[in-house]
């Protein structure tokens, strides 16, 4: 078994929902065999972490390890898979997360109210529209059903 002794990013970044995890010597280490074996960015040096679903997404980055004249290359897919990456890097995750959401909620809160709002202006169109259509036709009773669920949209009375 494969046992994380030290991992600490060189660099974080957030980019959206995805957090960026970049390795350098030093900051990342493993214990394989009772042998410690240090992280050397050769091939891959960053995890690439959802926030939303706390999924690590590329998967089939290789990490190498050194001791002396050995090496170890572990695909990330693996390293998650045999060794305890995880409880380093949810601490990690949390702390990033912590720090980060409730402006990112924020954000998404007023997103949402705008679009809300356009949602609400494009339906009142639309109904008026509708409702020009039935005068047009001379249909009586879609243009009283229109109505009431136009006033029932603006919160208002609508004339019959």
Known sequence: MIQVQFMKPFYTKLNGSK????????????????????????????????????????????????????????????LLLVSNVHDHLMPIIDNVSTHVKPSQAEVLYKFDEEVEGIVRVLEEENLSRLIDNALEARNEALFHTLMAKKAKLTGGFAAS
């Open 19 to 78: 957090l960026r995890l970049v390795f350098a010597y030093q900051y990342f280490s493993i214990t394989k065999d009772d042998e410690i074996f240090h992280f050397i960015p050769i091939e891959g040096k960053e995890m690439i972490v959802d926030l939303n679903t706390l999924q690590v997404e590329n998967l089939s980055e290789v990490f190498v390890f050194q001791r002396g004249n050995r090496f170890v290359r572990l695909p990330l897919y693996q």
